[in-house]
């Protein structure tokens, strides 16, 4: 089982990426593909995603959903609304919890 959490959209700069909403929960994404492949992983292999969103309105709903949707193919989703990051600019913020393929399905039971 492999664990990751503190994902935001930091662009390969280190920078917050705030062009729009849509670009941050693109740079969390691949953050998160980073982090899976440098763990021999892929999204293949999410069992389950967190996702904390600050300032919960349909429009950021609907970017994490396009978003996710070219990403993950199994609605693995948790979603927490909150009020602050611990990176104050930071809207979302992503935890992954993965497993080899053979565990995936009992990891998400």
Not at 51 to 70: E, H, M, N, W
Request: hydrophobic residues 45%; charged residues 25%.
């Amino acid at each position: 089982m492999f664990i990751s959490s503190g994902h935001v959209g930091i662009n390969d700069e280190g920078n917050l990426t705030h062009a729009s909403f849509e670009d941050e929960v693109v740079a969390v994404f691949e953050n998160v593909a980073r982090t899976l492949k440098a763990a021999g992983l892929g999204f293949e292999h999410v069992a389950r995603i967190t996702y904390y969103l600050v300032d919960l309105k349909p429009a950021g709903l609907d970017a994490v959903r396009t978003v996710r949707s070219r990403c993950l193919n199994a609605e693995t989703p948790v979603l927490v609304g909150i009020s602050a990051l611990r990176i104050r600019a930071a809207r979302i913020e992503i935890e992954v919890v993965a497993a080899q393929t053979e565990d995936v399905d009992s990891a998400r039971k």
